[in-house]
């Protein structure tokens, strides 16, 4: 009369114990569910793939493990300083760890690469007009490197040859050959194109293709990879063009310099690793291994999304401009490296204009840290309305009315002012730099849910949507719709739109007039609410002053006035304003309840409801 259930748990306890158990589980009763998964399709896209991945893995960390014992028996060359060897080897150990053995806490990591994933969607992903811009780095960073270098008639001819060919190979150049186990390379006979890009690997995409697992973790790298798919070929395209184009440069600087004793294959092999080199200064390292170690993993992954690329194009200018100034270096290199930054200031000053160029970021930051006020005009109010629009975004933006400067400029690549929130407190800015966009794309939760709470549907559903599709909605539905870009309360922003103007806000590129118009009433309220703040402060301290029978005050408060009068004549404090603001803080303190201000429109209801409050003083 024992309970069934107790039975099963014995039974179950003893076949657990037995060392063969094959008989035991015999005697079970069996509910007739398959103990394997039925699809085989599955099995050989996971299983299969996983098994492949794995073995690749093994042999990738022996070759691995064998370059780190290399690096560990290096001894310190003649020249070099103790501290920078030593540094440079446990540099190089750390990457060769992080390659084998990834991040130390692997659960905070896959957390990273959510929120990573998760970014990526909403602000690149199935984004047009981010695939397109990404293609400006050929002709804006790419052009004058290999031009300072080879030659801008030369490099040109390179670019387009190696355009040609990348277009023809339909953005594959790998499926073109069969690699063996043992290394050996040879031509496919009938090439197929692949989907794989370096996009993929950082943003923790490299199984997004492979299967659709039944998880929200596969699920989230199978929606990244598709959304992916624009970014990803564009940025292949940057390279494979880069690598042809600096490969074929260096080979022909090879053959006509009659110094050279090199052999063909020789030949081939350097001008294949400076091909290599090249793409990576000009493009930089998008794989985790080779990127920032800051940027690999924790929170630094999270902070420094995106900003990999702008690490690598600082470093490699800044690299130029310590090779003019080097001493060391041939008058010859040191000329390329000239003829390199001017180039790379020239393409920027083209695509986004004086904005763009690499030193105007540092002497914008120069000059606005020595603003004291918020009312006075930032760095660039004051350029643009002394060069122009044109000459301050650049000729391209001024040909074609079509805003990419911001995105094609070589400034802010790391630290980006808080646009919106200029008045930010600690708090909110150290989420801003270290939540990167993430966190910005978090936030837009909130803001879609008090629309949708004031029943404002078309507001919460452009906030609650990726970029790419809010962008497509504005562009196709609700800019067509009024006539142009109109606020919260439906009056009229930006009006005068075209049809090109709505179709390119639609892919994510907005119009001059629409960014420009925008750049300059944020600017015009920054500096009206900064005016504003500052004459009813002084009016209150000097109420205060008054008040509290403070003439050292009073004086010091007077002085101010005299300032900001000399500053803003349009807003002169009048001894008639001072007497107007006077009775208006009399009123106001005399009717104050215990130090808080009660309107004019409720008062008595609130006294009511304050003598029903039963005093125990």
Do not use: C
């Not at 194109?193 to 995409?205: K, N, P, T």
């Amino acid at each position: 009369k024992v309970d069934s259930k107790a039975i099963e748990e014995v039974m179950r306890l003893f076949v657990a114990t037995l060392p063969e158990t094959s008989f035991a589980k015999s005697l079970q009763k069996r509910k007739g569910t398959p103990g394997y998964k039925e699809d085989s399709m599955y099995a050989l896209r996971t299983k299969g793939y996983d098994i492949a991945v794995q073995s690749q893995k093994l042999g990738a960390a022996s070759n691995i493990r064998a370059v780190e014992k290399e690096i560990a028996d290096q001894q310190q060359p003649e020249g070099v300083s103790e501290r920078a060897f030593e540094d440079t080897k446990a540099e190089l150990l750390s990457r060769a760890k992080f390659a084998r053995e990834g991040a130390k806490n692997k659960s905070f990591e896959d957390v990273g690469r959510r929120l990573n994933q998760f970014a990526f969607v909403y602000t690149i992903g199935f984004n047009v007009s981010s695939a397109l811009v990404n293609l400006s780095q050929i002709p804006l960073f790419v052009m004058p490197y290999l031009g300072g270098k080879y030659g801008y008639a030369d490099t040109i001819a390179a670019i387009k040859q190696a355009g040609s060919l990348t277009m023809n190979a339909k953005n594959s150049l790998r499926d073109f050959y069969n690699i063996d186990l043992d290394g050996n390379i040879s031509i496919k006979p009938d090439p197929k194109m692949s989907d794989q890009g370096y996009i993929a690997e950082s943003m923790g995409l490299d199984e997004a293709s492979r299967a659709k697992r039944k998880s929200v973790g596969n699920l989230a790298d199978y929606v990244s990879g598709v959304s992916a798919y624009m970014f990803n070929h564009a940025e292949k395209f940057n390279r494979q063009n880069t690598m042809i184009a600096a490969y074929n440069l260096h080979m022909k600087k090879l053959q006509d310099d009659p110094s050279v004793t090199m052999s063909l294959a020789e030949m081939q092999e350097a001008a294949a690793a400076e091909a290599i080199y090249m793409t990576q200064e000009a493009n930089g390292g998008a794989y985790l291994e080779t990127g920032p170690s800051l940027a690999r993993e924790g929170v630094g992954r999270v902070a420094l999304m995106y900003k990999s690329y702008g690490l690598q194009m600082y470093y490699s200018m800044l690299k130029q401009v310590k090779r003019v100034f080097d001493k060391d270096l041939t008058k010859e290199e040191r000329k390329e490296a000239r003829k390199i930054l001017y180039g790379l200031h020239g393409t920027a000053l083209f695509f986004s204009g004086a904005s763009g160029i690499p030193i105007y970021g540092a002497m914008r930051l120069l000059f606005d840290s020595f603003i004291e006020d918020d009312d006075e005009q930032d760095f660039d109010t004051m350029v643009r309305t002394t060069i122009g629009e044109g000459w301050f975004k650049g000729p391209l933006v001024a040909a074609t009315g079509f805003d990419t400067a911001t995105r094609t400029a070589l400034t802010g690549l790391l630290i980006q002012e808080n646009k919106y929130n200029p008045s930010a407190s600690f708090e909110e800015n150290l989420g801003f730099y270290l939540g990167g966009p993430a966190l910005s794309t978090i936030k837009r939760a909130p803001r879609a849910y008090k629309d949708f709470a004031e029943g404002k549907y078309e507001r919460a559903f452009e906030n609650i949507m990726p970029t790419a599709v809010a962008n497509a909605y504005k562009g196709l539905v609700r800019y067509p719709r009024d006539e142009g870009v109109k606020s919260r309360r439906n009056d009229v922003i930006y009006g005068d739109m075209s049809g090109a103007d709505y179709l390119l806000k639609a892919i994510g590129i907005s119009s001059l007039g629409e960014t420009q118009t925008s750049d300059k009433t944020r600017v015009m309220k920054k500096i009206d609410k900064a005016v504003n703040n500052t004459r009813t402060k002084l009016s209150r301290d000097y109420y205060i002053a008054l008040r509290e029978n403070d003439l050292e005050r009073l004086n010091q408060v007077l002085k101010e006035m005299g300032k900001f009068n000399q500053k803003h004549p349009a807003a002169y404090i009048t001894p008639d304003t001072l007497k107007r603001s006077l009775k208006q803080h009399m009123r106001t303190s005399g009717g104050m309840y215990h130090g808080v201000t009660l309107s004019p429109t409720y008062r008595g209801p609130l006294l009511e409801l304050a003598a029903a409050f039963q005093d125990l003083t």
